[in-house]
């Protein structure tokens, strides 16, 4: 008997050891779940607007999904070159994101969203609009570029600008006229790394606040000491 009492300390000791990794486990899983739903919670209005939205983009069964799923397929066919002009086309990308982005800020699923969000007042036109950009732009960004080519040699204005940036290669900057400050080779490098970030970008405001900062640089050139000389062979390459 007392060697009975002696073991019964060691079998319930041993059964705690087998007990104690399930509830850590559980406390960690639990501490795992709550910080999920505090990240959840700090998401921003905006956030979970455009989240939702590129959700909807993705279903092919939805209203939404569908559309945007068909036309993408629509461009990247090569539908766009079909146009007479290269505006013609661009117009109707214009029109297919108004009117989603017009359906969309309809949608009592987004603003319920915006009204029960504790942060300021979004606007939501703006973030739908930057999330259908990625729907639709971000894709059709290689194709639209071809096609765009394909417009551009097909009426000559390609041709027509390697000639004119040859030409200009073979003078100086006296010959041509100029006598404000041009870029330096530092300069142009940092004009032709913002210029590649425009054309890597697929939604118009980040390629207009590039070319807003090639303009910058353009300028700060032009605003430094006048009369230098030289070519302009650089500008080609």
Wanted: net charge neutral; aromatic share 4%; with cysteine.
């Amino acid at each position: 008997m007392e060697d009975e009492g002696d073991s019964l300390p060691l079998v319930a000791s041993h059964k705690k050891r087998h007990s104690s990794p399930a509830a850590l486990t559980y406390k960690v899983l639990h501490r795992l779940s709550a910080v999920g739903n505090t990240l959840g919670g700090l998401l921003s209005a905006e956030r979970r607007v455009s989240n939702r939205v590129l959700e909807l983009a993705q279903e092919p069964m939805s209203y939404l999904g569908g559309l945007v799923q068909s036309f993408v397929g629509h461009i990247l066919r090569g539908s766009g070159t079909r146009h007479p002009t290269s505006t013609d086309m661009l117009q109707e990308i214009r029109q297919m994101i108004s009117n989603l982005k017009g359906y969309l800020c309809e949608s009592s699923e987004l603003r319920a969203i915006c009204e029960h969000g504790e942060e300021e007042e979004i606007d939501l036109g703006s973030v739908v609009e930057a999330a259908l950009y990625k729907c639709i732009l971000k894709p059709l960004r290689d194709s639209i570029y071809a096609q765009l080519m394909d417009f551009r040699t097909r009426d000559g204005s390609s041709a027509q600008l390697r000639e004119r940036q040859a030409a200009m290669n073979r003078q100086s900057l006296a010959e041509l006229g100029v006598v404000a400050g041009v870029p330096d080779g530092a300069g142009l490098e940092r004009i032709q790394a913002k210029l590649g970030l425009l054309h890597q970008a697929y939604s118009p405001k980040k390629k207009e606040t590039q070319m807003l900062k090639v303009c910058k640089l353009i300028y700060e050139a032009m605003n430094q000491t006048a009369g230098q000389t030289g070519t302009v062979a650089q500008w080609g390459q």
